[in-house]
């Protein structure tokens, strides 16, 4: 594919709005837990939707018998267990729901010995270890559904929803065993383990008589649409929680099942959250800059528009972020985080040909805020917590320094940027593998041993930060990328991994900056670029809550159209 038949296929793809909604990849744990919930609240009108949903799952198992993230994905124990437990919970008679249960719990007997409570319970507390943000609303559902008795609510952590009470400046004290943005799981799920348990203890008598103050809270962040974050999978626990814990008519959990309604696709399945709007219009006009569709000043201005009007303008009541910073979509279910927010900063910098206004001021300001002591850049909340989605990460931050510094003021502001930034680099240098790479946070690579994807985190770093970076550590890391191509003149999440279009295309915009490059390095990456594109296929390369992939159908091409500009 060449350059202007990608950059007409992008500008096909983009809605009457101004936006690139894109659509992300089916998932089967999303489906699942989605289906799941309209099961249990077992209303007629549901019921074409639940059967499209559980014959997708019927038709997607994998050929060994279980299921992965997306349909690219190689089976494991989240996606098949909670398919399977969606399954089971259906109590159907077809022929072929009852093969795949079949199948299913063969996987799970040849992954995790006997299908009982131990056994489950070990390999899903194995695989998230401390986090509980997604072990424990697993587990309950395999309760829920029958897939373990009742007797096993004892050996699952007691989620402390009681903590949501507290203010939210208290939160960072607390060292919750859910992430930031779980809240919702933390009340739900536990309020559903609490009145399963039905003990007469003094905490019980506590719980018992704070759980309408906690309802209020809940209610107090959910989204107007209903689907907390826009995700399916939360929303999903959310509402089958509160169903089984006795609230099934409360006008939370009604709104939250008209939401998951709404996320179901016409093949039976939903996606791991809504869309990607701002994110990927953030980063296709930065791929499209400099471009004939980009000169023409009535395209700017509608995507500036979209852009400005998704923009936060009031205290966030979900994570209490101050007003001015960008989710990933323009839906009520979005939160401000860092990377999104920077990414829309960079993208109106171009929009608006440099031009501060005070949207653009509320924006550095909202990043500016959220720094943290280390000097690193969090997701969506500074010095919340010591889980990984909650600390300051490499990719992140050099994101927020290329937001940071292309934006100039003549006021007090632009100091504080400057020390900002000073702070930030200090902070990647610090955390520079021994190999020159940087980890990500929210991109990985399925292929690799640790799922490390440290091609996207160098990459990110090199295109966003290296002006000022030390030499040394800029060497380090051109060295480490060269040294991770493999030989057809791809790249994958790291080396020795697979090549793929992303990560082919991140680590082709990173290097061409350099005029030191041999020039042999960046025509295998352009040929090896090409030869991908002929394919024209998304890789799972995105993680959502603490280990989900997907991917997105937009990611290749406008990865491609950045790599193929000239530098």
């Not at 997708?56 to 989240?78: A, F, Y």
């Not at 007997?109 to 998230?128: C, F, V």
């Not at 626990?237 to 696709?265: M, N, P």
């Not at 002591?373 to 990984?388: A, E, Q, S, V, Y």
Request: glycine share 6%; hydrophobic share 40%.
């Amino acid at each position: 594919m060449k350059r202007n038949e990608l950059e007409n296929r992008i500008v096909e793809l983009q809605s009457k709005d101004g936006l690139w909604y894109g659509q992300l990849s089916s998932s089967a744990v999303s489906t699942s837990v989605a289906c799941f919930a309209l099961q249990m609240n077992n209303a007629k009108d549901d019921i074409q939707v639940i059967s499209d949903a559980n014959r997708w799952l019927c038709e997607n198992i994998n050929d060994d018998g279980g299921w992965g993230d997306t349909l690219d994905s190689p089976s494991n124990i989240t996606a098949t267990m909670l398919a399977y437990a969606n399954l089971l919970y259906a109590k159907s008679d077809l022929p072929n729901v009852l093969l795949t249960l079949e199948k299913s719990e063969e996987w799970l007997e040849k992954s995790i010995g006997p299908i009982n409570g131990y056994n489950i319970r070990t390999a899903i507390i194995k695989k998230y270890k401390t986090d509980l943000t997604f072990s424990v609303p697993i587990l309950t559902m395999c309760i829920i559904s029958g897939v373990l008795d009742e007797t096993t609510w004892k050996d699952i952590p007691q989620l402390p929803f009681e903590a949501a009470l507290f203010p939210q400046g208290f939160y960072k004290f607390l060292r919750f065993p859910v992430v930031s943005y779980a809240i919702p799981a933390l009340i739900a799920v536990g309020l559903a383990q609490h009145k399963a348990k039905r003990t007469k203890s003094p905490i019980s008598w506590f719980r018992n008589v704070i759980t309408p103050k906690v309802l209020k809270k809940l209610a107090a962040i959910q989204p107007s649409h209903g689907g907390f974050l826009d995700a399916p999978p939360l929303t999903g626990f959310v509402s089958s929680c509160l169903i089984y814990a006795g609230y099934r008519d409360s006008t939370i959990t009604q709104v939250s099942l008209e939401f998951l309604r709404k996320v179901f696709r016409e093949d039976g399945s939903c996606g791991i959250d809504t869309n990607l709007a701002v994110w990927i219009t953030s980063k296709t006009v930065k791929s499209l800059e400099g471009t004939n569709y980009l000169q023409n000043a009535e395209n700017k201005l509608l995507i500036q528009k979209a852009l400005l009007d998704a923009q936060f303008t009031e205290k966030n009541p979900f994570t209490g972020a101050i007003s001015g910073g960008w989710g990933w979509t323009n839906t009520p279910g979005a939160v401000p985080d860092a990377d999104d927010t920077s990414a829309t900063l960079i993208a109106l910098h171009i929009l608006m040909d440099g031009k501060i206004s005070y949207n653009i001021e509320q924006g550095i300001n909202w990043l500016l805020e959220l720094q943290n002591r280390d000097g690193g850049i969090p997701t969506f909340c500074r010095g919340w917590g010591k889980l990984p989605f909650d600390k300051s990460c490499p990719d992140i931050t050099a994101h927020a320094i290329e937001a940071l510094s292309i934006w100039k003021f003549q006021s007090v502001l632009q100091v504080q940027i400057d020390k900002a930034i000073i702070r930030m680099i200090k902070y990647l240098e610090k955390n520079q593998e021994a190999d020159g790479s940087w980890q990500p946070l929210w991109f990985g690579d399925q292929n690799t041993d640790n799922h490390n994807a440290k091609v996207y985190g160098t990459s990110v770093v090199l295109s966003s930060g290296y002006k000022y970076i030390a030499q040394q550590s800029i060497d380090s890391a051109v060295y480490y990328l060269i040294t991770a191509q493999n030989s057809d003149g791809s790249w994958g999440g790291d080396k020795g991994a697979s090549g793929n279009i992303e990560y082919t295309a991140n680590a082709l915009t990173a290097l061409k900056q350099f005029d030191c490059i041999d020039k042999n390095i960046v025509e295998d990456g352009e040929t090896a670029l090409k030869n991908l594109l002929q394919h024209k296929k998304s890789s799972p390369i995105g993680l959502y809550f603490a280990s989900l992939w997907y991917d997105e159908i937009m990611y290749p091409l406008i990865f491609a159209q950045q790599a193929m500009k000239k530098p």
